[in-house]
């Protein structure tokens, strides 16, 4: 079992930046990629942004193409969200994720830090 913490949200305005930060304990050597999700009131849970740990492959969202990115620090067993641009559509609970060798879907999550962007 891995677990996964998340830090790093918070209120911010229009148009800045929050940086988001997971840091994974217990069973990481099984873990293949890292993912970022968000929930909005009233909305399902959507994919924001992924990447694996070896390779640094990286995949996003249409709607935070060009203003989020994500990294990965493979020592501190830690990943990033740089959230550049923020708009007010971006306020949601945000989630990381771990997906393991050989499994279709992210089955361990953290339990979310909020971020709320003012307009």
């Known amino acids: 079992q891995v677990q996964l913490v998340e830090s790093g949200g918070g209120l911010v305005q229009a148009g800045g930046s929050l940086r988001l930060s997971c840091t994974a304990s217990?069973?990481?050597?099984?873990?293949?990629?890292m993912g970022w999700f968000r929930q909005a009131p009233g909305k399902e849970r959507e994919f924001v942004a992924t990447?694996?740990?070896?390779?640094?492959?990286?995949a996003y969202a249409d709607s935070v193409k060009g203003r989020f990115t994500i990294s990965r620090d493979n020592a501190k067993n830690t990943v990033y969200l740089q959230m550049n641009s923020l708009k007010a559509e971006d306020t949601a609970v945000y989630y990381c994720?771990?997906?393991?060798?050989?499994?279709?879907?992210?089955?361990?999550w953290g339990q979310g830090t909020q971020v709320t962007v003012s307009s």
């Open positions: 990447i694996t740990w070896s390779a640094g492959t990286t």
């Open positions: 217990g069973r990481t050597f099984s873990s293949y990629a």
């Open positions: 994720a771990q997906r393991e060798f050989g499994a279709a879907k992210f089955g361990s």
